[in-house]
T-cell receptor, first 113, second 113 residues
Framework: GENVEQHPSTLSVQEGDSAVIKCTYS??????FPWYKQELGKGPQLIID?????GEKKDQRIAVTLNKTAKHFSLHITETQPEDSAVYFC????????????FGKGTRLHILP | KAGVTQTPRYLIKTRGQQVTLSCSPI?????VSWYQQTPGQGLQFLFE???????NKGNFPGRFSGRQFSNSRSEMNVSTLELGDSALYLC????????????FGQGTRLTVV
């Protein structure tokens, strides 16, 4: 079945710097890759997603890149701010309606003042 | 538009007891998925229901079960609780169409003592 590896598990960056989180997936049939942000005491919130017919997608300070050949995708956060501190999860889902979403184990991002 | 609602938010149960958790999806969404979140294992998929039918199932023992009602509300039940069942249980709703995003509730924090 699908497996999603996420790195690093913890990341500390200085406020204003960029943060990059990387994920790899095993099932070449996966074609939907969402990213979720989870703040303390809350459920995960979708922040950006990308589909396999697109190589890059950007939304203000966050961007996601996808390399289908290498089966990896990355989340980029620029000009980090204190409110970016949270746990981030990547996920992958196949093209069939019955395919389930498989999550990475998460990255705890700390923004240092 | 109301979000995903999970009840109760917190629950303390004793080993051997059983528990029922409830999830009300976003209006119009027909798919409800359940996840177990623990610090060591991340987000583990339990099962997904679509139009009252279980569409997908994760690798959890038979003590974990669920159902979905005609109004798309879903319940999950855990029988014969074990200490290791202590976790945050999250449900996510989606329209159920291929590739569409899932929206999470805030979760139910279950503690088994």
């Amino acid at each position: 079945g699908e497996n999603v590896e996420q790195h690093p598990s913890t990341l500390s960056v200085q406020e204003g710097d960029s943060a990059v989180i990387k994920c790899t997936y095993s099932d070449s049939a996966s074609n939907y890759f969402p990213w979720y942000k989870q703040e303390l005491g809350k459920g995960p919130q979708l922040i950006i997603d990308i589909r396999s017919n697109v190589g890059e997608k950007k939304d203000q300070r966050i961007a996601v890149t996808l390399n289908k050949t290498a089966k990896h995708f990355s989340l980029h956060i620029t000009e980090t701010q204190p409110e970016d501190s949270a746990v981030y999860f990547c996920a992958a889902k196949g093209e069939n309606r019955d395919d389930k979403i498989i999550f990475g184990k998460g990255t705890r991002l700390h923004i240092l003042p | 538009k109301a979000g995903v609602t999970q009840t109760p938010r917190y629950l303390i149960k004793t080993r051997g007891q059983q528990v029922t958790l409830s999830c009300s999806p976003i209006s119009g969404h027909r798919s409800v998925s359940w996840y177990q979140q623990t610090p060591g294992q991340g987000l583990q998929f339990l099962f997904e229901y679509f139009s009252e039918t279980q569409r997908n199932k994760g690798n959890f023992p038979g003590r974990f079960s669920g159902r979905q009602f005609s109004n798309s509300r879903s319940e999950m039940n855990v029988s014969t609780l074990e200490l290791g069942d202590s976790a945050l249980y999250l449900c996510a709703s989606s329209p159920g169409v291929v590739g569409t995003e899932a929206f999470f509730g805030q979760g139910t924090r279950l503690t088994v003592v």
